[in-house]
């Protein structure tokens, strides 16, 4: 069974940085894994996808100011912000799809991952 679970998240001033991590169990072979954002009243969007060969994507939004990476050996997935904007604050979720990155409609897009974490909140203050 596949778990994730996110940390890191906090309350940060305009122009900070956080560094998010979802700790992955039950995953094993190729995976697609990403990270994406929910405002209040708002869509969940996508921020960042990463292959299995360490291939990423991103949203526009956010390209330039962060940084999607991970460790196979610690079965972890990171996210580095840098330059945050209020903008940025949003609840903040992990997500897995147990396929190449390639083999999705769309790597930003919530339908095409199967699993979840609960979510760790950003807060970006003016």
């Known amino acids: 069974q596949v778990q994730l679970v996110e940390s890191g998240g906090g309350s940060v001033q305009a122009g900070g940085s956080l560094r998010l991590s979802c700790g992955a169990s039950?995953?094993?072979?190729?995976?697609?894994m990403a990270w994406f954002r929910q405002a209040p009243g708002k869509e969940r969007e996508g921020v960042a996808s990463?292959?299995?060969?360490?291939?990423?994507t991103y949203a526009d939004s956010v390209k330039g100011r962060f940084t999607i990476s991970k460790d196979n050996a610690k079965n972890s997935l990171y996210l580095q912000m840098s330059s945050l904007k209020p903008e940025d604050t949003a609840m903040y979720y992990c997500?897995?799809?147990?396929?190449?990155?390639?083999?999705?409609?769309?790597?930003?897009?919530?339908?095409?991952?199967?699993?979840w974490g609960q979510g760790t909140q950003v807060t970006v203050s003016s």
């Open positions: 997500a897995a799809d147990p396929a190449s990155c390639r083999g999705l409609r769309g790597v930003l897009e919530s339908r095409e991952y199967d699993y």
């Open positions: 039950g995953i094993s072979g190729y995976y697609c």
């Open positions: 990463i292959d299995g060969d360490g291939s990423a």
